[in-house]
């Protein structure tokens, strides 16, 4: 549970207890895939590829990309893409930077990008959503893959 309190996993909306998820929690144990989300967690707006994942978690790239898969039920961009939208959901919710300080902070060159990824994840643009009355009731959840192996 140490792990889950290092990287914000409650208030995220991430997997609450081990019971619930043990690919998510294996996951943080494992000595490999732990540093690949680390670093996908404290730098969002880095421009990660499978390779550079890898490449941090010390796992060739098919490896890493097996063992993130098999662990969390969905592929490493796929998580990062929707750490990105959580992020930025967050910051939309509790600060006041422009959609391209947003986008930027997240990893996005472009405003444009950042809202056909957001709409994508959450059902609705981002303005939309941060101007809603109670922006969870938007849809606002990211949407998770359609299949879960373990997560």
Known sequence: MEAEALLGVHEVGLPATAADHPGWISALKDPYLSKALAKIHAE?????????????????????ARQFAQQLGEPPLGYLTRWRMIVA?????????????????????????????????????????RNAPCPRETNATPKKPTTYSTL
């Open 44 to 64: 969002p707006s880095r421009a990660w590829t499978v390779q550079s994942l890898a490449s941090e978690a010390g796992l060739s790239r098919a490896a890493f």
């Open 89 to 129: 959901a967050r910051l939309m919710l509790n600060t006041k930077a422009s959609l391209a300080e947003v986008a930027e902070h997240v990893g996005y060159e472009s405003e444009f990008a950042f809202s056909r990824a957001f709409k994508r994840s959450h059902g609705v643009a981002p303005t939309r959503y």
